[in-house]
């Protein structure tokens, strides 16, 4: 546990600096930036189904 807290933190730092200091970023630039076809993020969370933007710290728990 206290593992996935370290790796969530530090991809939650890269996706900040990366994105600024925002808690959504739009879906296309975060997918490229990720190596992933915006389609597969997309599937990924359910909330963005209906929006062009996706949330950063759920990304970030995702890859953790």
Partial sequence: MP???ELYRENLA??????G???TAELKPVAKY???DY?????MDVF???SKR?????VARMLS
């Avoid at 890269?14 to 994105?19: N, P, V, Y």
């Avoid at 996706?54 to 759920?58: E, F, H, M, N």
């Fill in 3 to 5: 593992r996935e807290k």
């Fill in 14 to 19: 890269l996706l900040r600096e990366e994105f």
């Fill in 21 to 23: 200091d925002v808690l």
């Fill in 34 to 36: 990720l190596g992933m």
């Fill in 39 to 43: 389609r597969t993020l997309k599937q």
């Fill in 48 to 50: 963005v189904r209906d």
């Fill in 54 to 58: 996706v949330s950063l710290p759920k």
